[in-house]
């Protein structure tokens, strides 16, 4: 009914940047907060940064100034960029949504869940 697919993840040197992006498909008839986790081999899975609809971000205080959320409401998406990465960024990250999706027609809302995507690896070498 409705997928999180993430993209952009991979491979960069202590100090480089990456952006993150989430695209949220199906029978999507609201979407609340979206935001990014992480999590570290042997660790628990962990928040990293939130966005409203609105647009109000909040950020783990271990990303703050470097890390950046953004939402595209109109294409379902969002964003996280990723700058001055260390090597304890190293994990991998999950997008999340908290929606509502349709069931009998797409103006009408139906259930409301949180939704995961399938997680992108990413590693920061040092």
């Known amino acids: 009914q409705v997928q999180l697919v993430e993209s952009g993840g991979g491979l960069v040197q202590a100090g480089g940047s990456l952006r993150l992006s989430c695209a949220a498909s199906g029978r999507i008839f609201s979407i609340n907060d979206m935001g990014w986790y992480r999590q570290a081999p042997g660790k628990q899975r962990e928040l990293v940064a939130t966005?409203?609809?609105?647009?109000?971000?909040n950020y783990a205080d271990s990303v703050k100034g470097r890390f950046t959320i953004s939402r595209d409401n109109a294409k379902n998406t969002v964003y996280l960029q990723m700058n001055s990465l260390k090597p304890e960024d190293t994990a991998v990250y999950y997008c999340?949504?908290?929606?509502?999706?349709?069931?009998?027609?797409?103006?009408?809302?139906?259930?409301?869940?949180?939704?995961w995507g399938q997680g992108t690896q990413v590693t920061v070498s040092s």
């Open positions: 999340n949504a908290d929606l509502q999706s349709w069931v009998v027609a797409p103006t009408l809302p139906g259930t409301r869940a949180n939704y």
């Open positions: 966005i409203t609809s609105g647009g109000r971000a």
